[in-house]
Every structure is written in C-alpha cells, then in structure tokens.
C-alpha cells in the first residue's frame, strides 16, 4: 500500500471520522479559505483508485466511503517504514528507538512483560 501525501492522509482522516460522505459535504468540513471542489474531487477519485476509498453511487453523484481502516493503514505505514529505513528489521527499529532515548530501557522491559504475559 502506498504511504498518503499530507493532503491525502488530511482527507482520509475526515473520512475516518465522518464516515461516508458526499464531496460537497468533505469540503463543506474545511474552514475558509476552502480548496476548491473540483481539486477535492480529483484527490478523493484518487484515493478511490488507490484503493483508500470505495463509493456508491446516487443518481448522478457519488457517496465515498473508507475501504480501508487507520489502524490498517497506520499498520503497513510502520511495515514500510522499517523495510525501506531498517533493513525490515523490526529488531534494528526498536534499537534504534533505545539508542534515541525514544523509549528508555524500562519501557522497552515493560513492553516485554506485557507481550509474554499475553496482554
């Protein structure tokens, strides 16, 4: 799955929280100055194409949906994020992490503790 653009992943992320909805009603969403409709349009067939989004169709116009959900987007983010930065070592990752001070030694045995105790 490809990594979203910031415009992208802005307009997933209001259909994640909204749910299905209608162009009009995405850009009704923004706060002034608004993008233009015809540029939300372009990016939702897009993202449609790209397999983000599904729709269904009312007369002559088209409700958008989500086919996908964040946590399975936020999943293959992180997955693309280690192969192409870490080898696809999750192992490398976390090191690294540790070595940055991003998460400390007790948290990382927290995070053991609670993997093997199975929570």
Known sequence: MKKL????????????????MFVRELLELY???RPHFNTLSTIVRIL???GFLGHKKYGNTYQYYPLITEA???????????????GDSYLSAVSSFVK?????L?????????IESGE
């Open 72 to 86: 399975e987007y936020g999943r293959t983010s992180i997955a693309g994020i280690v192969k192409n930065y870490f």
């Open 100 to 104: 940055e001070e991003k998460i400390s």
């Open 48 to 50: 449609e194409r790209e």
């Open 106 to 114: 007790e948290e990382l045995r927290e995070l053991i503790n609670e």
């Open 31 to 33: 706060a002034e100055p």
């Open 5 to 20: 653009t910031n415009k992208e992943k802005e307009i997933m992320d209001l259909y994640w929280q909204h749910g299905p």
